[in-house]
């Protein structure tokens, strides 16, 4: 009797429905699950993009494991998001941290940072390429030679043209999360922290960023793992070039399917690239810890 009211009580449960998250289960089956075991099975066949698909076992995974054009574009994609993460992190967060105060210059200024926000990454891509123009461009304008370098054609100077272009554009957006942040810390601790005599740089390091544990952990997974995407707007600005020197990882699976018509190899890259954007999804939550739904708010 027991037993029978005991799962009774559990079924009368209020709470939210399972089967509400079935459409939402239900696109990700259908657009993400099927594509993904699509694109591993043509890994493994031989096929144009056009003619018939014929299963060719390994032979595109050797090719792609022996291509020395990979090897390079998995380091041009480790540099980029190396580079791009130790740039757009402490300035993330220091804006983030700056704009979450409630003085109206600082809210004046948020609006400015979040402008790049609104333009697509081709917009921004041509807009710097234009910019960067050794004979067109800003430097050329206003006649001062060391901005009319060849900034894209230079193998040397290119990367850093890329990572800084791509900090340009994404930092409002980790900015945003971190503000939104640091408006989450109580104000207690910040007034507790000013009786016992700290100041802002010991509040700074003592509250702020362990209670942004958690936002730390969430920007620098979408950072990483973000930099595996950012196909548009290298294609737009460099190309790839000069040479291989921003072929990165996904333009490299792009130029493969689509210019080289090799379907097989390009499916295998995209495989190594999805796998290599979870492994680093999961490495970063497991620095975040085991409950990954705790509250920031330890010290609360």
């Known amino acids: 009797m027991s037993t029978t009211s005991g799962s009774s009580r559990r079924a009368l449960q209020p709470g939210p429905s399972g089967w509400l998250a079935a459409p939402a289960l239900a696109f990700f089956l259908l657009f993400a699950i099927i594509p993904l075991i699509g694109v591993l099975f043509l890994s493994f066949t031989s096929w144009d993009g056009l003619g018939e698909i014929k299963l060719d076992g390994l032979s595109s995974w050797t090719t792609v494991l022996t291509d020395p054009v990979t090897g390079n574009a998995l380091l041009v994609t480790a540099k980029i998001m190396f580079f791009s993460f130790i740039v757009q992190a402490p300035i993330s967060l220091l804006l983030g941290v700056f704009t979450a105060g409630g003085q ?67 930092v409002p957006f980790h900015t945003l999360i971190y503000q939104g ?12 922290a000013q009786i016992d005599g700290a100041g802002r740089v ?37 190309g790839g070039g000069p040479g291989y020197a921003t072929r990165l990882l996904p333009l490299h699976m792009y130029l493969t399917g689509f210019k080289a018509n090799d379907m097989g190899a390009a499916s295998a890259l995209g495989v190594i690239l999805i796998v290599i954007g979870l492994a680093l999804a999961l490495l970063l939550q497991r620095l975040g810890g085991k409950n990954r739904n705790a509250s920031q708010l330890e010290g609360a």
């Open 104 to 170: 109206k210059y600082r809210a004046a200024l948020a609006v400015l940072y979040f402008v790049p926000l609104l333009l697509s990454s081709a917009a921004v891509a041509i807009a710097y390429k234009a910019l960067l123009d050794p004979n067109f461009g800003l430097g050329a304008g206003l006649g001062i030679p060391a901005l009319s370098q060849d900034w894209l054609g230079n193998s040397d100077l290119v990367l850093f043209v890329v990572v800084f272009v791509i900090a340009w554009q994404f």
């Open 181 to 192: 942040g640091v408006r989450q810390i109580p104000t207690s601790l910040y007034e507790a």
């Open 202 to 238: 010991q509040q700074f390091f003592n509250i702020t960023l362990p209670q942004l544990k958690y936002t730390i952990i969430t920007s620098s997974t979408l950072m990483v793992v973000g930099s595996l995407a950012y196909f548009d707007l290298v294609f737009v600005l460099t």
